[in-house]
């Protein structure tokens, strides 16, 4: 009889054990979801050196997000991402759509789920929308992705037309940009805010596309006026990185300080 209500117990024991790990299953579940990354292709110092080549296709790149910006082969224009989708905005202004075996030498992404949602109204200039933003950003010490659709009374946008080897640094190319200017158009900004410590890995502070609602103009943001937009926010806190596997990569000088030229090819 002692013996037999040992064994009761133990098993008694076990089965609320079991139980117990069967009602903290979904819990840790929840704790172990996969948070927002940033898949980038390169560093932006890279590009700024001339390395245009790249190693990875965009099929491949939307393996790894839905949303972002970055540019092709040989710096053959701006890239949007945007649902899925890759849109080339070329030299000439002119939007195209973008199939599988195209490739990058710097591109972000990210796989786009909106954790804050506001709205901006009668924004007069581009200075004028990042203090709205950066007034929503939680810690200036994460990444965002951000995402504007609205109407837009006017967008300036610059492109870069496709370069031959040997390729010029991007501070040249950026010299005899094409800009383009748009008026009183429907559209969605497409980009990033990255934190300051980020040096010649990405662009400090916001780096956003542009591209229209019916697919026809683009480009990287210079300046804009937005009478109404409605913003969405992911605040992101993991970065991936997958580097070229090139001679012109391997042997050029990424230990500079890039941040002069960068703020000149942005701007």
């Known amino acids: 009889m002692f013996i037999k209500t040992i064994r009761n117990g133990k098993i008694l024991a076990l089965g609320m054990v079991s139980l117990l790990l069967i009602l903290a299953m979904p819990v840790i579940g929840q704790a172990q979801q996969p948070q927002s990354t940033i898949f980038q292709v390169s560093t932006l110092s890279a590009l700024m050196s001339g390395v245009y080549d790249g190693g990875i296709d965009c099929k491949e790149l939307k393996k790894n997000g839905n949303f972002g910006i970055g540019t092709f082969n ?42 804050q949602k506001m709205e901006v109204v009668n924004i007069t200039n581009m200075d004028e929308l990042s203090k709205a933003l950066e007034s929503n950003l939680s810690s200036s010490n994460l990444f965002y992705a951000i995402r504007i659709d ?26 005899n940009q094409p800009t383009f200017e748009f008026h009183n158009v429907k559209g969605t900004l497409v980009g990033f805010w990255c934190p300051n410590y980020v040096g010649g890995l990405n662009v400090s502070g916001f780096h ?3 591209i ?51 703020k000149k090819a942005e701007k």
């Not at 019916?214 to 991936?240: A, E, P």
Request: aromatic content about 10%.
């Open 212 to 262: 229209s609602a019916d697919r026809q103009m683009g480009g990287h943001l210079l300046d804009c006026r937005i009478q109404q937009g409605k913003t969405q926010i992911d605040t992101i806190n993991r970065f991936t990185m997958v580097l070229p596997e090139s001679d012109a990569f391997n042997k050029s000088n990424l230990g500079k300080d890039w941040a002069e030229d960068i």
């Open 150 to 175: 609205g109407d837009f009374a006017y967008v300036k946008t610059r492109s870069v037309p496709k370069q031959a080897k040997p390729y010029p640094p991007l501070t040249e190319v950026t010299k």
């Open 208 to 210: 956003l596309h542009f």
């Open 74 to 115: 040989d710096l053959d224009g701006e890239m949007v991402v945007l649902d899925g989708n890759i849109f080339q905005i070329k030299g000439d202004g002119r939007v195209l759509p973008v199939y599988d075996g195209s490739k990058t030498p710097f591109a972000a992404v990210t796989f786009f789920e909106a954790k």
